[in-house]
């Protein structure tokens, strides 16, 4: 339960995905069950009328999943995200609708007046489950499944294009000339300062490293995605490859490289995901 949850749970993507079939999911589901004495709500109206009224009530209630969501979104992208942590996050979302749709039944249509509220908000606890945890499941199964065959795919086409350890990779100046080309295998890890950014590689065993004017984020954009370089750090980007020790301390997570006289690489909160991301994908 303290692991961390996976990354497609809570990508805007997804997150969009999932609120827009939980909302479907909903309006079939009170106008099919009819659920939380909704019928009473109306009971006068045809059975046009209550489908709108009824849809439009479910929407108003469905501004909790959206609300939380985009809590969730924004809190993920600096902070981790445990199992249990997801879990109650959940079981919020359910209380706070049912909570909702309790109140709503109590006092809107005039039947709800005389039940009794622990009886409503029971009813409504279970039903706003049942609305919410079967598209959340079915929702999970199907990014989970999507996810896989994402990373499927992409070692197929590396493997296709022949993408390993060997490869090597140019770094530019900030003009786009060609500054140096280093060995992927041989490549230790880039730190910045400023407008400037210094290659630490391997050369004939000896540690060497080379300056250029360029920025830290132009490299993360553009040598990092089919190879195994990640930022870590604000200041910092790794090659995978030649990471031995991922050490966690008070002070934080720091990487220790496969090469004497080299320093401990930091791993930032912001960039902590984005870097486990990859590092599950190519550890073994």
């Given at each position: 339960m ?7 749970l ?14 479907l ?6 106008n ?44 993920a ?11 109650l996050?959940?079981?919020?979302e ?40 079967l ?16 990373l499927?795919e ?30 992927l ?10 407008n ?10 000896k ?20 190879t195994?370089?990640v ?41 902590y ?12």
């Amino acid at each position: 339960m303290n692991s961390k949850i996976p990354a497609y749970l809570y990508e805007k993507g997804n997150i969009i995905r999932l609120i827009l079939f939980t909302a479907l999911f909903a309006l079939l589901f009170i106008n099919i069950f009819q659920p939380f004495g909704s019928r009473n709500w109306y009971p006068e109206v045809s059975d046009f009328n209550y489908f709108v009224f009824s849809s439009l009530i479910i929407l108003t209630g469905m501004l909790v999943v959206v609300i939380s969501r985009m809590f969730m979104l924004y809190y993920a992208r600096a902070h981790s995200i445990n199992f249990w942590q997801f879990s109650l996050w959940i079981l919020s979302e359910i209380l706070a609708m049912s909570l909702f749709y309790a109140l709503f039944t109590k006092f809107i249509p005039k039947e709800g007046m005389n039940r009794d509220f622990m009886e409503i908000i029971q009813k409504c606890t279970i039903n706003t489950g049942l609305v919410l945890l079967l598209p959340y499941s079915i929702s999970w199964l199907f990014f989970s499944w999507k996810e896989k065959n994402r990373l499927i795919e992409k070692l197929q086409v590396e493997e296709t294009n022949g993408v390993h350890t060997k490869s090597m990779i140019g770094f530019p100046d900030e003009k786009g000339e060609l500054k140096i080309s280093v060995m992927l295998e041989n490549l230790l890890y880039i730190d910045s300062a400023d407008n400037y950014a210094t290659i630490h590689y391997l050369n004939k065993s000896k540690l060497s490293h080379y300056m250029i004017r360029n920025t830290l984020k132009w490299m993360e954009e553009n040598l990092t995605k089919e190879t195994l370089l990640v930022r870590c750090h604000r200041s910092y980007i790794v090659n995978l490859d030649k990471v031995k020790v991922l050490r966690k301390t008070k002070n934080g997570i720091y990487l220790e490289l496969d090469a004497e006289n080299t320093p401990d690489i930091p791993v930032s909160k912001t960039y902590y995901e984005r870097f486990m991301n990859k590092f599950s994908q190519y550890s073994v």
